[in-house]
């Protein structure tokens, strides 16, 4: 499946995740894909893994990101890699939105 060509934000649906997490698809197919998803203070990007490789920059708020065994502070601006198959979660210290890139592409994110 592949998306849109044009993806405007303003006409993006947010799905609402619970516990302060809301996420919006943006382009894909079947090889990539952005996501943006929203923390509210406090909300838990649950400890996870996946087969996807992740690339994501942190648009806003501030973050404690764990991938693997290392914990780090991130915030506006910066960004983080996550290999195939490792560890990886955030609490979210200011809210924030970070923005995700995926290969292969979440088919779990879509309808």
Same mark, same amino acid.
């Given at each position: ?26 382009? =894909?197919?079947? #090889?990539?894909?952005? &996501?943006?998803?929203?923390f509210e203070?406090?909300? $838990? @990007? +649950?400890?996870?893994?996946? =087969?996807?490789? #992740?690339?994501?920059? &942190? ?7 764990? $991938? @693997? +065994?290392?914990?780090?502070i991130i ?29 292969p592409a ?6």
């Open positions: 499946m592949e998306s849109e060509l044009f993806q405007i934000n303003a006409e993006m649906p947010w799905e609402d995740l619970g516990n302060g997490i809301k996420r919006q698809v943006f382009g =894909h197919n079947d #090889q990539i894909m952005l &996501v943006k998803a929203k203070v406090g909300a $838990i @990007g +649950t400890i996870h893994e996946h =087969h996807h490789t #992740q690339v994501t920059y &942190v648009d806003s708020g501030v973050f404690e990101m764990t $991938i @693997g +065994t290392e914990k780090r915030q506006q601006g910066d960004g983080f890699y996550v290999p195939p198959h490792t560890l990886h979660g955030c609490v979210c210290i200011a809210a924030g939105t970070l923005i995700d890139a995926f290969n979440r088919e779990d994110f879509l309808p």
